[in-house]
Structure formats: structure tokens, C-alpha cells
């Protein structure tokens, strides 16, 4: 996977059974954490991508015929390596991404846990007989024999903020159902996402059921998603991007996770505490560049000054600086993000917010931000600055709150956060979003449980089944008997 160029990682792809040196072009990759260079990457092009599908294409013929427990042992095996390899893989992406030592360590091992899961799902994927003579009309001499079947090739694209987890979470399920996979990573992140490929590899994946291309998306993202080989793109990323690729790609089934806006909603009868406690943690954790980050407060003025009280210092307290002292804030995926983080803050400070907490950058290091008296006409209200820096509007009722948060393009997660159960369901009955947490941050896992976005925030329901049972269709077999004995 891995070979020296002048004394440099240069990262090959994985394509048909190899770890392939495809041509001479070749992307450098260099560390958030400190600039340092990390190595090479390929730059694959439209030659190299036909081939990519091709193998994929060929093997599919053979995969999806494979028993179903034997497609599983792949995925119990390659679930194991990730555990032997999960203090390694975590530094490659904790250098990679920088995201604090911990967060990588549970990313993998979590996703340990999600392949496994995955397979002990796949076993649970059962057809129907549908006898016939329940319509009007029909004997009983006919029977539909339903069952799933894979969906032929499934293009991955995965983002830099889970680039194992999130690339694990469509190749499992699409492989565990008998669809093969390509898999195009961000290119932040690629390098321990083909870490995840080498672990499927050496858990002994037959040839071209795996495959990876490696490239800027700029240059190859229309000719991927464009690919008449592919029969099926699930895609995480931003909300731009997702929309670009459904406008291009014209009936080709997808399955999307983008961005959110996600609102914590603080009722008067909130233990503030807990909702405090969550709000911190769901809104910093890995620097805010998480689609289910909290990126809004929206609080019953009636009860905002007691909240900001308990917001601040544990704002005040989180740690700052090095991914390697597990900080929660570290520096940003690169300058651009961070430049666009403080464009949010400083048009909102122009407009009046208050700095309840007033962080700075220190080039792509963004010290937290709690802005105060955000209203709606501030960019920083509707926008995803995918950063630490969080808004608190203030609403007069709960239903001002409910009006505000469905009136963003986004519909990710929502949290309230009430101790009347009855309150926090009307709240939550109301809210156009995938999935409502009640007093609790707003979060994708437990992996089984569906995850959806609805509005820009994506299209179809992931988490473990839900992702097998979109990389994959039903299909019936009609068998016709006769009711007699010659
Ligand atoms: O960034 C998008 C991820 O799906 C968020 O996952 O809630 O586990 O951080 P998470």
C-alpha cells in the first residue's frame, strides 16, 4: 500500500487484487496539525478509473453469488485486523485530520464494531412467499418469492472528518449485501481510509470486490459520479456538493448525508445543566466539523441568562491546541475553512452579536467563539461555519423556536431539551428534521438506529439496515404450480 518515494509515504490504490502505481501524477498531502508533509497520493485518471470499474464491474458476477455467511466471515475478519491496528490507524488519522488522539482511537474501534454489526444484520435479511390467492381471482398455485438482491456497483465517497468510519459505513453493508464497492475518499483523509481498504484486503476480500480511486474532486468528482459502471452513489459531504451530484446524475439511486444546522431548543422547564453540558459538547467536539454538531441555540429568553451562565465557562474550560493532549479544539481541516469560520463571526459581531465567549484565529486554529444575541438577519443564524463557534438566539415561546428552526434549508437533527415529556414531544412532532433528540446532544450513533436528513441535509435513511436495505432491491420470483398429482 505504501512505498517510499524519495524518502516520502507514497499511498497506492487498491484495484482488482493490487496495490496499483497507476501513473507518474501524484498529490501532496500535508498535516492540519503543523503543516508537516505527510506524502503522495495518486492523482488517477479518467484510464485509471475505467479500470477501477471494470474490476468492480467483473467481480460483481461473482460476489453476489457468494453465500451470504461466507460474504459475513469477511467482514467478522476484517473487523478483528482493525482492532489489532487501531493504535496505528488512529495516528495516521490523527495526523491526517487532526482530531484528538481519543476520537481517532474510538473511530476505529467503533468502526470494528459497525462492520460486525453489519454482518450480523445481513444474516437477519430475510424474504417472503406471498401466496398468490390472496388477491381476488387467484388460486392457490402461485407464489412470489421475494427476496433482496444486490445492486450491482456502489460508488463510495467519503468525507475527511470520519474517513473511516464514514467510508465503513457504505462499503459494510453494500458488501455484506453483494454489491461491489469503489471507494473515493476525500482527499484529507484518504490516507487512513486506504488504511480501512487494507484491512478489508488482508481479511482476504476476493479480487476487484474492493476498489479505490484517489484524486482531486474538482478534476475526476463528474467523471466518477458520471460512470456508467456505477450503479449506485452514497455520498457524505457538503450540501453543494450532494446537490451538484444528484443534478448530474440523473436516476442513478443515492443514498446522501450533507449538512445541517443542527438546533439545540433550550424550553423554561430544562434541567439547564444537562442541556448546557450537551449543548458544549455536541456544538465543539472535533473543532464543530461535524454535519451533527449543535450550531444553534435556540432558548426561551425567559431562561437564557441561567443558560448562557452555565454555557460559558464550560466553554472557557475546553482544552485548546494539540490533537496528540486529546484537545477538543484543534486546528481546522485547513486555512480556507477557518477563514470562512471568522467571515460567519465577524459579519455577526458587525451586526450586533455579543461575544460571550470571543475566541481568534491563529491560522487554521480557531479558538471557541459563543455569540450572544445572534438574530436572523446574521449570516451566522442559517449558515453551517463547520467550525467552533456557536450562536444563541433568543425566541420569546416555544413556538417562535419551532418557526425558527424549520425555517432553515437544513433538516439534520434537532435536540430539546425539556423535563416535560409531553412539551418536548409537541417540540418534536413539529420539527422538519431526520431525527429529534430529546435532552440529549444531537448525534448519529448508536450506528443501528436509522440516520436522515431531510431538506438539504440529504436523501434516504442510513445507519445498518437501513444502509443494506438501500444498496440493495427487492426482487420476486413467481413460481407456478400446478394443484395436481399425474
Ligand atoms: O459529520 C457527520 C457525521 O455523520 C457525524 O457523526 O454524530 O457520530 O459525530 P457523529
Redesign the pocket.
Known amino acids: 500500500m505504501i512505498k517510499k518515494i524519495d524518502g516520502h509515504n507514497m499511498y497506492y490504490n487498491y484495484v482488482g487484487n493490487n496495490w496499483l502505481y497507476t501513473n507518474d501524477e501524484k498529490m501532496e498531502v500535508f498535516s492540519p496539525v503543523d503543516g508537516s508533509f505527510l506524502g503522495y497520493l495518486q492523482k488517477m485518471n479518467t484510464k485509471d478509473i475505467d479500470f477501477a470499474f471494470a474490476q468492480a464491474r467483473k467481480a460483481s458476477k461473482v460476489w453476489e453469488y457468494l453465500p451470504a455467511s461466507e460474504r459475513a466471515e469477511y467482514l467478522y475478519k476484517t473487523a478483528s485486523i482493525l482492532e489489532e491496528r487501531a493504535e496505528e490507524i488512529a495516528k495516521v488519522m490523527m495526523y491526517e485530520i487532526a482530531k484528538d488522539y481519543k476520537s481517532c482511537l474510538s473511530e476505529v474501534t467503533r468502526t470494528a464494531d459497525y462492520i460486525r454489526f453489519s454482518a450480523d444484520t445481513a444474516k437477519t435479511i430475510s424474504g417472503e412467499g406471498i401466496p398468490g390467492d390472496l388477491f381476488p381471482g387467484y388460486k392457490q398455485d402461485k407464489w412470489s418469492i421475494v427476496k433482496r438482491v444486490p445492486l450491482g456497483v456502489v460508488l463510495a465517497i467519503s468525507p475527511f472528518?470520519?474517513p473511516i468510519n464514514?467510508s465503513a459505513s457504505k462499503i459494510a453493508p453494500a458488501l455484506v449485501m453483494g454489491n461491489t464497492v469503489v471507494l473515493k475518499p476525500a482527499t484529507q483523509g484518504a490516507m487512513s481510509a486506504l488504511h480501512l481498504v487494507k484491512a478489508f484486503v488482508d481479511a482476504g476480500l476476493p479480487e476487484g470486490v474492493l476498489n479505490t480511486i484517489t484524486g482531486k474532486g474538482n478534476e475526476i468528482g463528474d467523471y466518477v459520479t458520471d460512470h456508467i459502471e456505477v450503479d449506485f452513489i452514497n455520498f457524505?459531504g457538503s450540501s453543494r456538493v450532494g446537490k451538484d451530484i444528484a443534478k448530474k446524475v440523473a436516476m442513478k439511486p443515492l443514498l446522501m448525508?450533507l449538512g445541517g444546522k443542527d438546533a439545540a431548543i433550550v424550553l423554561e422547564d430544562a434541567d439547564l445543566d444537562l442541556a448546557a453540558s450537551n449543548i458544549v459538547a455536541g456544538a465543539y467536539s472535533y473543532s464543530g466539523q461535524?454535519?451533527?454538531a449543535v450550531k444553534r441555540i435556540l432558548v426561551i429568553e425567559s431562561v437564557a441568562d441561567k443558560l448562557v451562565e452555565k454555557l460559558v465557562p464550560l466553554v472557557q474550560n475546553l482544552k485548546v491546541g494539540n490533537p496528540e493532549d486529546n484537545a477538543t479544539i484543534t486546528p481546522l481541516i485547513d486555512e480556507k475553512s477557518a477563514n470562512y469560520v471568522m467571515e460567519l463571526v465577524d459579519e455577526a459581531l458587525d451586526r450586533g452579536a455579543k461575544p460571550i465567549v470571543k475566541g481568534k484565529q491563529e491560522g487554521n486554529l480557531i479558538y471557541p467563539y459563543l455569540l450572544d444575541n445572534v438574530d436572523v438577519n446574521m449570516r451566522l443564524a442559517w449558515e453551517e461555519p463547520f467550525g467552533p463557534v456557536l450562536p444563541i438566539i433568543r425566541v420569546k415561546d416555544v413556538d417562535e423556536a419551532i418557526e425558527f428552526a424549520n425555517k432553515s434549508e437544513y433538516g439534520l437533527q434537532s435536540s430539546v431539551f425539556s423535563n416535560n415529556i409531553d412539551h418536548a414531544f409537541y417540540v418534536a412532532k413539529r420539527l422538519e428534521v431526520g431525527s429529534v433528540q430529546i435532552n440529549n446532544k444531537t448525534?448519529?450513533?448508536p450506528d443501528h438506529f436509522p440516520f436522515i436528513g431531510v431538506k438539504s441535509s440529504g436523501i434516504g435513511a442510513q445507519g445498518i439496515r437501513y444502509s443494506i436495505e438501500a444498496m440493495s432491491r427487492l426482487k420476486a420470483t413467481i413460481l407456478n404450480t400446478k394443484d395436481e398429482y399425474k
Open positions: 472528518n470520519y464514514l457524505t448525508e461535524r454535519c451533527t448525534e448519529r450513533g
